[in-house]
């Protein structure tokens, strides 16, 4: 079992930046591909980024890349994704997501990830 909290969201405004991160306890998170994903009101989860274990690899989202950067400290038990140039359209919850195996054609859809953290709530005001 992996538990999962997300923290670092907040209000930011427009043109701004926050780091989020993704702490994991429970088993080792080391081996563990970790995704974020977003949830606006009325709409369905988003994937973000994902990065894997190694750390070597990362993806994104058309809408992000350029913007946002995930990257892990396993020796910290921690994914962190930095967003920058921050919109108003990026105003949702955003979740930490990992599970351990990796899967190419399917590592942005909500299915692919057995744990989930609680969120943490990103406000971009314009």
């Known amino acids: 079992q992996v538990q999962l909290v997300e923290s670092g969201g907040g209000l930011v405004q427009t043109g701004g930046s926050l780091r989020l991160s993704c702490v994991a306890s429970?088993?080792?998170?080391?081996?563990?591909?970790v995704a974020w994903f977003r949830q606006a009101p009325g709409k369905e989860r988003d994937f973000v980024a994902m990065?894997?274990?190694?750390?070597?690899?990362?993806y994104y989202a058309d809408s992000e890349k350029g913007r946002f950067t995930i990257s892990r400290d396993n020796a910290k038990n921690t994914v962190y994704l930095q967003m920058n140039s921050l919109k108003p359209e990026d105003t949702a919850v955003y979740y930490c997501?990992?599970?351990?195996?990796?899967?190419?054609?399917?590592?942005?859809?909500?299915?692919?990830?057995?744990?989930w953290g609680q969120g943490t709530q990103v406000t971009v005001s314009s």
């Open positions: 997501a990992a599970d351990p195996t990796y899967y190419s054609s399917s590592y942005s859809l909500v299915s692919a990830y057995h744990y």
């Open positions: 990065i894997r274990w190694s750390g070597t690899s990362t």
């Open positions: 429970g088993r080792t998170f080391r081996n563990y591909a």
